[in-house]
């Protein structure tokens, strides 16, 4: 498959963007921003978080008014009010975290809004055939009539895109799709986003994930702060080409070294078994100072795996032993007092408290320590947030609602809370996830400081060069199975994925 | 920030100006405290004093504790405070309170009491229907049309009321000198309201399909009854009879719905209730008691108490 | 010392934070989070200044001091369910079963008076158990848990003595409501005055208290930093059961009688006093000093417009549009 398709540049220019200016108050976010999408080709829109991505996809679809500048759709003046707007016009987005509603049928969020009547009654003979026409057509095999609550994210993903198809959309907007799938997840989408786009289909691929974006996209346009940088014709530009338009400096990839780990045994999992059978007789020990990796698609049973050392999960057999002592299961406090803690995969639901401050976020989970007697005055959380901050470089004032912050200092205040209790065992579950490229070097240098503190640490990633990177050995899991510990010298991509797909 | 700022200006301003139409003058004040607005009887005495007051040149300032106690005790700290000069006190709550009495005669105000008095303070005046000799008349109307014989059944008012307990007592007597009338079913009311009524009364015909009277403790239940009599389709006649003589009371006896209800004298009421007021400001005497009787309101006679009731 | 040590803290001068060390002090004092609403008030009480002569008076405002307690202490317990992000739609009724339990014991059973008092308080709080059992325990939504416990405990507070009233309570008792000391403060106010004070201190100062606000922000952020969500929750529902008999208690005191219909729709006046005061319905945010401001705005507006003369129709209007007000404003400041 070629992704410099000669005759693309012949194809008519379906969407067009002219000098669209947007500021939220003072704040200029979207700064004299031009683009072309073409019909049936996809256009990469790539940049750090807060580059201005979001915005100019709200704006295409709808969600806000430019406040300067000039939009043609197929060749007609184009200025959306609301997102129907742009959706009766043939510009559909589809979000990151899905919006559809749980307890409808798949085909009622199809054709939610205009779902067919006969006689005066829902017609849901025709809306169930016409549903699953279109689902079969993505590939997507699943009865129209079942609930949407308990598809995964892929399948819910699939049926935002069948449903923008139904409504007849021909430009989509995809913000972070891969965000929440797995390799396999991934390899379907794309496949699909290939055959649409042979059919004339174009796409807004918004991602700052560059591998990817070599593998699907036509074209490249890069955001920084607002400005427009660079448009490469082609996919094939260096990957650090890339990387430096997006930050503004020349960043490669690099982990940090991380120290020989210690003989001490900290961590020890015996034979432990999920109370839901999300994973079955899983054996691995940890040693103080080391960083131990734990790999697999998704679904393989990681984060319950980890869930459940941290006493979050109930298990039904086998034990956890700290430093030799049996680890009470289904107690989160008694694991954090004896010093096992977990930084949570889906920061925004788990991690942190997005409307209150850093200060309170940071004290969360300290307060046995701060508070020996109970008596916590605001005062003390203050300077103890304030050295954290300093310690972790987070770049936000304690008094800040989390919510500002951007993911990687939300990531930061997560690991800072935990740090301060110096804990024997650091769990972080896809530590990196949503996370922009220059700030996931920093969550790499911590990573290798806890390590360096001679603390046992777990990473759960998707990210195979991440779990490689950073792990002294690791751990393969499929389908709630142990397939295998790899030494660091002895593992790569290849034998992970062969492992994690069996 | 500065938004924020402006509305709450704009609230004040209002404020106000309702103000400057109330300022101070040397006419007399009087407070008057109602139980709940909701209910059409009090209502009615609120407007036949509203009227008394105008004519008279009174300030008036209307108070509506929506049928709490506490609010209401409240509300005459208020009106003491605004310095009023008498306050016509119309109890909230199951029986009156004597707080607010006490309150009052703290502060060397007058009360006058309409409808319920609070029998630990009583007020310098009580004006109220008789209602032991009112129900005691509907009864007698109720055992001579129906020549004496019958199954009752009735839809009482809120438990533990003075009004209901009166009425009660009233009722019975009658119905002690009719024995050929007996009492099947009855039920007290949460609200004394039209939907109570038409629940309750629904639920009797359900398990007594053979009731033939229904007695409302208040106009709204005995509409409430009708209707369900109404729906049941009952294959013989159901007298029914209600008390207050409200305005939908009144109409239903014209219509023919209500065999009859007994009309108390709101309007006189209330000017009776401003008058002692008045008469109280002045220190002239005022008798500590002022029972009025109720007028047994048929088809025949209910035609003018429509038009001006009384 | 805390001043000193905080100018010269190496963190704040070597970093250069942006913005002055001193926001941070000042945003943690006593108001914070009440600023808006204390506004609102102020204004409120210049307004009504202007309007009556009899509004500005040291009598008027211990009035309303007064007028304000019952609602000031159920809207306390209110605080604290907010916060977790609960609601209780109890209080009103569970202050009635508490009100008739105290008139009940020693009318019909002859228990000395001093001990019927803290048992219709425990009353109160046994209510409260029962919410949070049935929130934590039972998993229901805590709109439906307490919605059941609105209709029982109104159930019960009329079947305690057949829907009948109580009247006469002893002298010292109503003495607690009515006597002012030193001419200013009733026994009632000042134990409103300690209550308060001490659920501030609470929800300020202890750990515990900053715990409520995690599980308002988020119960599974809350549970994964250690905090038992499930005692802390049963916790705060009991302190709000146990304030509505303290609330009864007030009432008692104050009318010297106990009827069955007492506090009806109260529940509601205190979650907009709650509200009013700047808490988030969806939990995590509110404060006490905030819920005070509340209670009195609604207690200055009810008595405003009875000494303006304000007709009740009106009344009605003019609350629930400065409600809306309120709240509006709250949430475009908390935005932008």
């Known amino acids: 498959m070629s992704n410099e398709d000669p005759s693309l540049s012949f194809r008519p220019v379906r969407l067009s963007l002219r000098g669209i200016q947007k500021a939220f108050?003072?704040?200029?976010?979207?700064?004299?921003?031009?683009?072309?999408?073409?019909?049936?080709?996809?256009?990469?829109?790539?940049?750090?978080?807060?580059?201005?991505?979001?915005?100019?996809?709200?704006?295409?679809?709808?969600?806000?008014?430019?406040?300067?500048?000039?939009?043609?759709?197929?060749?007609?003046?184009?200025?959306?009010?609301?997102?129907?707007?742009?959706?009766?016009?043939?510009?559909?987005?589809?979000?990151?975290?899905?919006?559809?509603?749980?307890?409808?049928?798949?085909?009622?969020?199809?054709?939610?809004?205009?779902?067919?009547?006969?006689?005066?009654?829902?017609?849901?003979?025709?809306?169930?055939?016409?549903?699953?026409?279109?689902?079969?057509?993505?590939?997507?095999?699943?009865?129209?009539?079942?609930?949407?609550?308990?598809?995964?994210?892929?399948?819910?993903?699939?049926?935002?895109?069948?449903?923008?198809?139904?409504?007849?959309?021909?430009?989509?907007?995809?913000?972070?799709?891969?965000?929440?799938?797995?390799?396999?997840?991934?390899?379907?989408?794309?496949?699909?986003?290939?055959?649409?786009?042979?059919?004339?289909?174009?796409?807004?691929?918004?991602?700052?994930?560059?591998?990817?974006?070599?593998?699907?996209?036509?074209?490249?346009?890069?955001?920084?702060?607002?400005?427009?940088?660079?448009?490469?014709?082609?996919?094939?530009?260096?990957?650090?080409?890339?990387?430096?338009?997006?930050?503004?400096?020349?960043?490669?990839?690099?982990?940090?070294?991380?120290?020989?780990?210690?003989?001490?045994?900290?961590?020890?999992?015996?034979?432990?078994?999920?109370?839901?059978?999300?994973?079955?007789?899983?054996?691995?020990?940890?040693?103080?100072?080391?960083?131990?990796?734990?790999?697999?698609?998704?679904?393989?049973?990681?984060?319950?795996?980890?869930?459940?050392?941290?006493?979050?999960?109930?298990?039904?057999?086998?034990?956890?032993?700290?430093?030799?002592?049996?680890?009470?299961?289904?107690?989160?406090?008694?694991?954090?007092?004896?010093?096992?803690?977990?930084?949570?995969?889906?920061?925004?639901?788990?991690?942190?408290?997005?409307?209150?401050?850093?200060?309170?976020?940071?004290?969360?989970?300290?307060?046995?320590?701060?508070?020996?007697?109970?008596?916590?005055?605001?005062?003390?959380?203050?300077?103890?947030?304030?050295?954290?901050?300093?310690?972790?470089?987070?770049?936000?004032?304690?008094?800040?609602?989390?919510?500002?912050?951007?993911?990687?200092?939300?990531?930061?205040?997560?690991?800072?809370?935990?740090?301060?209790?110096?804990?024997?065992?650091?769990?972080?579950?896809?530590?990196?996830?949503?996370?922009?490229?220059?700030?996931?070097?920093?969550?790499?240098?911590?990573?290798?400081?806890?390590?360096?503190?001679?603390?046992?640490?777990?990473?759960?990633?998707?990210?195979?060069?991440?779990?490689?990177?950073?792990?002294?050995?690791?751990?393969?899991?499929?389908?709630?199975?142990?397939?295998?510990?790899?030494?660091?010298?002895?593992?790569?991509?290849?034998?992970?994925?062969?492992?994690?797909?069996? | 920030m500065s938004s924020f700022y402006s509305v709450r200006s704009i609230l004040a301003c209002g404020l106000l100006s309702c103000a400057i139409m109330g300022a101070a003058q040397a006419k007399p004040m009087v407070g008057l405290a109602v139980a709940n607005l909701q209910a059409d009887f009090f209502n009615q005495i609120k407007q036949s004093v509203a009227k008394e007051a105008k004519e008279k040149d009174v300030d008036l300032i209307v108070v509506d504790a929506h049928g709490d106690s506490a609010t209401q005790v409240n509300q005459i700290q208020d009106l003491i405070t605004r310095g009023v000069n008498a306050i016509i006190y119309i109890p909230a709550g199951a029986t009156a309170a004597g707080v607010p009495v006490r309150m009052a005669e703290l502060a060397h105000i007058p009360v006058v009491a309409v409808d319920r008095n609070a029998p630990d303070a009583p007020a310098q005046t009580f004006i109220a229907t008789d209602s032991v000799a009112s129900a005691r008349k509907i009864g007698e109307f109720v055992c001579e049309k129906t020549g004496g014989k019958g199954q009752v059944a009735i839809v009482q008012g809120q438990t533990g009321t003075t009004p209901e307990r009166d009425r009660a007592k009233g009722f019975d007597e009658a119905l002690a000198k009719c024995p050929g009338l007996k009492i099947v079913a009855q039920q007290p009311s949460q609200m004394w309201s039209q939907s109570d009524g038409f629940n309750i009364g629904q639920d009797m015909l359900q398990r007594h399909p053979d009731i033939t009277v229904f007695f409302g403790r208040a106009d709204a239940l005995a509409l409430g009854a009708a209707q369900a009599t109404k729906i049941a389709n009952l294959d013989h006649p159901v007298l029914i009879v209600g008390h207050d003589g409200d305005v939908a009371g009144l109409k239903a006896v014209q219509k023919g719905t209500l065999a009859a209800t007994m009309t108390q004298k709101t309007q006189f009421m209330g000017k009776l209730a401003l008058d002692s007021a008045l008469d109280l400001i002045a220190k002239k005497p005022v008798p500590a008691l002022q029972l009025q009787e109720a007028i047994l309101t048929t088809k025949e006679n209910v035609a003018p108490f429509i038009a001006q009731h009384p | 010392m805390s001043n000193r040590s905080s100018v010269t803290d190496p963190a704040a001068t070597s970093t250069g934070i942006s913005s002055p060390p001193s926001t941070y002090r000042d945003r943690k004092s006593f108001l914070s989070g009440a600023q808006g609403p204390l506004i609102g008030l102020f204004l409120l009480i210049m307004g009504f200044s202007f309007c009556s002569s009899a509004f500005f008076t040291l009598r008027n405002g211990l009035n309303i001091i007064d007028q304000s307690t019952i609602l000031g202490i159920l809207a306390l317990g209110m605080t604290g369910v907010i916060i977790i992000g609960g609601i209780d739609l109890s209080v009103g009724s569970v202050l009635a079963l508490s009100i008739m339990v105290l008139g009940w014991l020693p009318q019909d059973f002859g228990v000395p008076f001093w001990l019927a008092l803290p048992l219709s308080i425990l009353v109160g709080g046994l209510c409260g158990l029962v919410n949070g059992l049935l929130v934590t325990r039972a998993k229901l939504p805590a709109f439906i848990a307490t919605l059941t416990m609105m209709s029982v405990a109104r159930g019960l507070a009329n079947i305690t003595t057949d829907g009948q009233q109580v009247v006469g309570y002893p002298e010292w008792f109503t003495g607690l409501a009515t006597e002012r000391y030193l001419g200013v403060l009733t026994v009632t106010v000042g134990l409103f005055i300690v209550l308060a004070t001490a659920a501030w201190v609470f929800l300020k100062f202890r750990a515990t208290g900053r715990s409520l606000y995690a599980i308002g922000g988020s119960v599974e952020v809350a549970r994964l930093a250690g905090i038992q969500v499930g005692k802390l929750t049963i916790l705060v529902y009991v302190a709000s059961g146990l304030l509505a008999g303290i609330a009864s208690a007030v009432m008692a005191a104050r009318l010297d009688s106990s009827q069955p219909s007492s506090g009806l729709g109260y529940e509601l006046d205190a979650i907009a006093a709650v509200v009013i005061g700047g808490a988030s319905l969806s939990g995590g945010i509110g404060s006490i000093a905030g819920t005070v401001t509340g209670v009195f705005i609604i207690g200055v507006l009810h008595n405003g417009l009875n000494l303006v003369g304000i007709s009740p129709f009106i009344q009605q209007v003019v609350i629930g549009i400065a409600i809306a007000v309120a709240v509006t404003f709250d949430t475009l400041r908390r935005r932008s």
């Open chain 1, 25 to 502: 108050g003072a704040n200029i976010v979207l700064d004299g921003i031009n683009l072309d999408v073409r019909e049936g080709e996809v256009v990469a829109l790539l940049g750090e978080n807060g580059a201005g991505k979001s915005t100019l996809s709200s704006i295409i679809s709808g969600l806000h008014h430019p406040d300067k500048g000039e939009m043609l759709w197929e060749s007609h003046p184009y200025a959306p009010d609301t997102p129907g707007d742009a959706l009766r016009s043939g510009i559909a987005l589809i979000h990151q975290e899905m919006k559809l509603v749980p307890d409808l049928s798949i085909a009622e969020n199809m054709f939610i809004g205009r779902i067919p009547m006969r006689h005066g009654r829902v017609d849901r003979a025709a809306m169930v055939r016409r549903a699953e026409v279109h689902l079969k057509a993505l590939g997507l095999n699943v009865s129209p009539a079942r609930m949407v609550r308990g598809l995964s994210i892929a399948a819910q993903q699939q049926v935002e895109i069948a449903k923008a198809l139904t409504l007849g959309a021909r430009l989509l907007i995809l913000d972070e799709p891969t965000a929440a799938l797995g390799m396999a997840e991934t390899d379907n989408l794309f496949a699909q986003i290939r055959r649409l786009r042979s059919e004339g289909v174009s796409f807004i691929y918004v991602s700052h994930r560059l591998e990817e974006i070599a593998q699907i996209c036509d074209r490249i346009t890069v955001l920084r702060d607002g400005n427009l940088v660079a448009t490469h014709e082609s996919a094939s530009v260096p990957v650090n080409v890339l990387l430096r338009d997006m930050v503004g400096r020349s960043i490669d990839r690099i982990f940090p070294p991380v120290s020989d780990p210690g003989e001490e045994e900290v961590l020890r999992v015996e034979n432990l078994t999920s109370a839901s059978d999300d994973f079955r007789n899983i054996n691995f020990s940890v040693k103080a100072g080391e960083v131990f990796g734990i790999a697999g698609i998704v679904g393989a049973g990681r984060t319950e795996l980890v869930r459940a050392i941290a006493g979050i999960d109930p298990i039904r057999d086998g034990q956890v032993l700290l430093e030799g002592d049996i680890l009470q299961p289904d107690n989160v406090g008694e694991a954090i007092r004896r010093g096992i803690v977990l930084v949570p995969e889906d920061r925004k639901s788990q991690g942190v408290l997005l409307d209150q401050s850093i200060a309170d976020n940071l004290a969360l989970g300290n307060y046995d320590r701060l508070a020996p007697n109970g008596w916590l005055p605001p005062s003390k959380i203050g300077h103890f947030a304030k050295d954290l901050i300093q310690r972790l470089g987070v770049k936000g004032d304690p008094e800040q609602k989390t919510r500002a912050l951007s993911g990687g200092n939300q990531q930061k205040v997560v690991i800072a809370r935990w740090l301060a209790r110096e804990p024997k065992v650091f769990i972080l579950d896809e530590p990196t996830r949503g996370i922009d490229m220059g700030a996931r070097a920093a969550i790499y240098e911590l990573i290798a400081r806890l390590a360096a503190n001679r603390m046992a640490v777990i990473v759960v990633s998707s990210d195979l060069e991440e779990v490689l990177g950073l792990s002294h050995r690791v751990m393969v899991l499929a389908g709630g199975r142990q397939m295998g510990i790899l030494p660091r010298n002895g593992a790569n991509s290849v034998n992970i994925m062969e492992m994690a797909t069996a």
